[in-house]
C-alpha cells in the first residue's frame, strides 16, 4: 500500500519549481505552509493593532467621543480576540511549521494535507470574527463570560464561537502535526537532546494545546447553546453557573498564555545564543524547564478567579502554584543572560528584539507574580494595571520576540537580506512605543481606573494622553517594517545559505530551501550549539576579566 505521505512526497517531486500562486492555494509543502501562516497571522495584525489605535484614540479623552461605549465594547473584543487567536497563535504555528522539518533534517512534515488543513481553517474563522461586525460585533471581550455573553447581541457573539471553534481545530490539527513530526522524523543521529531548543518548546506547546483546547470547545458549544437554543448551563436566570464558565475557559485560556509564549520562548533560545557567538547556557536546563512550564501551567487557572467567589483554601493552592511558574521561567532568563555574559554580541535587528524581548518580559513576568498574590490581586483585579501586565507579556514577550525570529530566519525563508538600518529603526520606535504605551497603564491601574471603559474620570487623562502617544508611536513603527519587507524582498541582494554562521540544520540548505529541503543528507554536529569557544570555567572566568578590564579602561 502507498502510504499518504509517499503520495505527497510524489507531488512535491514531479514539481520542483515553486509559483506565486502556491502560496494561494492549497499546497501541502511546509515552507510554504509556514509562509501563510505568516502573511496571514500578520494581515490579522495590523487590523488588530487598527482597532487598538482606534480604542487609545477614544482613551486619549475622558469622555467617549470618538467611539461610542458599544463600538468600543466591540473593538476590545475583537483587538484581544484577534491579537490572539489571528496573530500571535498562528505566528507561532508559522515559524513550527517552516522551521521544525528543517531543524531535525526531514522533507516535511509528519502528515502534509492536514496541515493544509490546519491553515486554511484559518481564514475562514478570521473572516467570520471581522465579519460579525456586519450584524453587530460581541461585545463581552475576549472572555465572552456569560452572562453578559448571553445579554448583548446574539449572532455577533454566536460567530464569535464559531470562528473560535474554527481556529481552536486548527491549532489542534497543528500541534498533532509538530508533536509527531518532533518525535518520529528526526535524521537518524539526532536524539531528543542533540534537537534544536526551538524544538523542545513546540513539544511542550503542542502537548498543552491538546490537553486544554478540546476543554474550551466544550464550553463554547455550551455556550452557544445557551444562546441559541435556550438551555441554561451557564445562564443563572434559568439557574445555570457563570462561574462553570469560568473554570472551564481559564482551563484553556490560561495554558493559552503558555501557547503564546513558549514558541517564542523557543525562538529567543535559538537567536540568543548564534548572535552572542557562545553555545547556550543550560540547554537541558531550558529544555525541561519548558516541560515544567508546561505541566505547571495546567493547574493555576483559577488565579483569574480570585474575584468569583473562589473558596479562600482553594485560592491558596492557586496563589501558591502561580508563583511556582516563575521558578522554571526564571531558569530561562538566566540561562539568556548567562548565554550572552562574555559572548560576542553583535547588536543586529534580531539581537536587539531579543534583548528587548528579554527586559520587557521580566518585567511582565515580575508583574505576574505580584498579580499570583490574592491580596493585591483583589485590589488591581480588573483594572488597567491587568492591562499593562498582559501587554508587557504578550507584546513585550512574545511579540518582540516574534520580531526577533522574523530577522533571523528572514534571509533564511526569503533568500533576501534585509536592510539593517531599516531593522534597528523598527526595533528602537518599536521598543519606545510599547514602554510608553503600556507602561503608564500600570499606574492607571493603581489609581483605579477600570479596563474595558470609553469613559473615565477627568484626573486619569494626562497618563492616557501618554499612553495614546507611545500607541501612535507604534503605528509609527510599523513604517520601517513594511518598506524593509517590500523593499528587501523586491531589491534586497541575494542572502547566503548561511549569513549568521549558525549551526542549526536549517542554514545547511540553500535560502530560500529547496522543495523537499535539501540536497543533500545534512549533517549533525557536535551538538546544536558548539560555537568551538571554549566554555571551560577557567575560559569563562578570563572573558569576564578581559571585560572588566576592558571596561575599566573605558
Ligand atoms: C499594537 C499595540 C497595542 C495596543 C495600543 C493595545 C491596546 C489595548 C487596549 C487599549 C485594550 C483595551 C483595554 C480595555 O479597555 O480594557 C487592549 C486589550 C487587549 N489587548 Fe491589546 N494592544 C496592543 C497590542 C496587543 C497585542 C500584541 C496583544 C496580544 C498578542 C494584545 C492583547 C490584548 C487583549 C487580550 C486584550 C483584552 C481584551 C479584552 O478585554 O477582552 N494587545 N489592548
Ligand atoms: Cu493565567
Redesign the pocket.
Known amino acids: 500500500m502507498v502510504s499518504n505521505t509517499e503520495v505527497v512526497k510524489k507531488e512535491h517531486r514531479e514539481r520542483r519549481e515553486r509559483r506565486l500562486i502556491d502560496y494561494f492555494t492549497f499546497n501541502t509543502d511546509h515552507k510554504v505552509i509556514g509562509i501563510q501562516y505568516l502573511v496571514t497571522s500578520f494581515l490579522f495584525?495590523f487590523i488588530?493593532?487598527a482597532f487598538?489605535?482606534a480604542?487609545?484614540t477614544e482613551?486619549a479623552t475622558p469622555n467617549p467621543d470618538f467611539l461610542s461605549p458599544e463600538l468600543?465594547n466591540q473593538?476590545?473584543?475583537l483587538?484581544?480576540?484577534i491579537?490572539?487567536f489571528l496573530?500571535?497563535v498562528p505566528a507561532g504555528a508559522a515559524f513550527a511549521n517552516y522551521l521544525i522539518p528543517l531543524m531535525i533534517g526531514a522533507e516535511d512534515m509528519a502528515f502534509p494535507r492536514l496541515n493544509a488543513v490546519a491553515f486554511w481553517l484559518l481564514p475562514p474563522g478570521g473572516l467570520l470574527l471581522i465579519a460579525s461586525l456586519l450584524v453587530g460585533a460581541p461585545q463581552?471581550?475576549?472572555?465572552s463570560y456569560p452572562p453578559l455573553s448571553l445579554m448583548t447581541g446574539k449572532w455577533g457573539q454566536e460567530m464569535w464561537i464559531l470562528s473560535i471553534l474554527l481556529l481552536g481545530t486548527s491549532s489542534i490539527l497543528g500541534a498533532i502535526n509538530f508533536a509527531t513530526t518532533i518525535l518520529k522524523m528526526r535524521i537518524k543521529d539526532m536524539d531528543l537532546h542533540s534537537m534544536p531548543l526551538f524544538c523542545w518548546s513546540m513539544l511542550a506547546t503542542s502537548a498543552l494545546i491538546l490537553l486544554s483546547t478540546p476543554v474550551l470547545a466544550s464550553a463554547l458549544i455550551l455556550l452557544s447553546f445557551d444562546l441559541i437554543a435556550g438551555t441554561s448551563f451557564f445562564n443563572p436566570a434559568g439557574g445555570g453557573d457563570p462561574v462553570v464558565y469560568q473554570h472551564l475557559f481559564w482551563f484553556y485560556s490560561h495554558p493559552a498564555v503558555y501557547i503564546?509564549i513558549l514558541p517564542f520562548f523557543g525562538v529567543i533560545s535559538e537567536v540568543i545564543p548564534v548572535h552572542s557567538r557562545k553555545p547556550i547556557f543550560g540547554y537541558r536546563a531550558i529544555a525541561y524547564s519548558s516541560l515544567a512550564i508546561s505541566f505547571l501551567g495546567l493547574i493555576v487557572w483559577a488565579h483569574h478567579m480570585f474575584t468569583s467567589g473562589t473558596p479562600g483554601w482553594l485560592r491558596m493552592f492557586f496563589m501558591a502554584t502561580t508563583m511556582l511558574v516563575a521558578v522554571p521561567t526564571g531558569i530561562k532568563v538566566f540561562s539568556w543572560c548567562a548565554t550572552m555574559w562574555g559572548g560576542k554580541i553583535s547588536l543586529n535587528t534580531p539581537m536587539l528584539f531579543a534583548i528587548g524581548f528579554v527586559s520587557s518580559f521580566l518585567i511582565g513576568g515580575l508583574t505576574g507574580v505580584m498579580l499570583a498574590s490574592v491580596p493585591f490581586d483583589i485590589h488591581v483585579h480588573d483594572t488597567?494595571f491587568v492591562?499593562g501586565h498582559?501587554?508587557y507579556v504578550?507584546?513585550g514577550g512574545?511579540?518582540l520576540a516574534l520580531f526577533a525570529g522574523f530577522y533571523h530566519w528572514f534571509p533564511k525563508m526569503t533568500g533576501k537580506n534585509y536592510n539593517e538600518t531599516l531593522g534597528r529603526l523598527h526595533f528602537i520606535l518599536t521598543f519606545l512605543?510599547?514602554n510608553i504605551?503600556?507602561m503608564p497603564?500600570h499606574q492607571l491601574g493603581l489609581m483605579g481606573m477600570?479596563?474595558?471603559?470609553?469613559l473615565y474620570d477627568p484626573s486619569f487623562q494626562p497618563l492616557n494622553l501618554i499612553?495614546t502617544a507611545?500607541?501612535y508611536l507604534?503605528?509609527i513603527s510599523t513604517i520601517p517594517f513594511i518598506i524593509n519587507v517590500v523593499w528587501s524582498l523586491l531589491k534586497g541582494t541575494k542572502a547566503e545559505r548561511n549569513p549568521w554562521n549558525a549551526l542549526t540544520l536549517e542554514w545547511q540548505t540553500a535560502s530560500p530551501p529547496v522543495m523537499e529541503n535539501f540536497e543533500e543528507e545534512p549533517i549533525l554536529w557536535s551538538g546544536p550549539y558548539d560555537y568551538g569557544i571554549d566554555t571551560s570555567p577557567e575560559a569563562t572566568a578570563q572573558s569576564v576579566e578581559e571585560m572588566l578590564a576592558d571596561v575599566a579602561s573605558k
Open positions: 495584525y488588530g493593532g487598538a489605535e480604542m487609545r482613551l468600543y473593538m476590545f473584543t483587538h484581544g480576540t491579537m490572539i496573530w500571535i463581552a471581550g475576549w472572555t503564546m488597567y492591562v498582559f501587554h504578550l507584546f512574545s511579540a512605543g510599547f504605551t503600556f497603564m477600570n479596563r474595558r471603559i470609553a499612553s507611545g500607541a507604534l503605528a
